[in-house]
């Protein structure tokens, strides 16, 4: 038989042991809080002159690959978390809400600024490509596209009650454009 403070000496072999096995901190500091407690009660299997790292870490791996296995077989299976995840939607009125803010401040950019954006930003044409579409030199590309951005950024963040917004709201069966001063 082994006592305590023998099991305690042992204990940061255990800890990067279980470090080893879960990758995890927290679920390694339980497989060691629980390999110990196994150990204690266990204390009359210990035979003398054996390893008490061995046998824990023993102890230690056996915890673990059954864990691992009820949780294969229960948690994947029956685990109602992993299908509420994969039902979670966003709420859509507020991704409709920043399309609307987004499409708003586009239509406020001049055209030669909207252009650029939609052909790099949308549709992902790198500059060259972009230069060619709208028959202007890359480096022209560049600039518009960056006072573009800064443009698109500043409407976007403007306070609404100074823009003017058209938005669709519902109207019987159909959608109904409606213009709103805030």
């Known amino acids: 038989m082994f006592n305590n403070n023998h099991l305690t000496l042992e204990l940061p072999k255990l800890e990067k042991f279980a470090m080893r096995l879960t990758r995890n901190r927290d679920d390694a500091k339980d497989l060691v809080q629980s390999a110990v407690l196994r150990a204690i009660e266990k204390k009359n299997l210990f035979q003398e002159n054996t390893d008490l790292f061995k046998w824990t ?53 001049s055209p030669d600024q909207r252009n650029i954006l939609l052909s790099v930003c949308v549709f992902g044409m790198s500059y060259e490509e972009a230069a060619k579409k709208l ?48």
């Open 57 to 109: 870490s023993k102890i230690m791996y056996n915890l673990f690959v059954t864990g691992y296995h009820r949780k294969a077989k229960f948690e994947t299976k029956y685990d109602p978390e992993i299908y509420l995840e994969l039902a979670y939607v966003d709420a859509p009125q507020d991704n409709f809400v920043e399309i609307m803010k987004v499409n708003e401040a586009m239509r406020l950019l």
């Open 135 to 182: 028959n202007i030199p890359v480096g022209t590309v560049r600039s518009r596209l960056s006072r573009a951005r800064e443009q698109l950024q500043d409407l976007l963040n403007t306070p609404s009650e100074k823009k003017l917004y058209s938005f669709p709201i519902m109207a019987g069966n159909s959608y109904s454009q409606v213009s709103n001063v805030a």
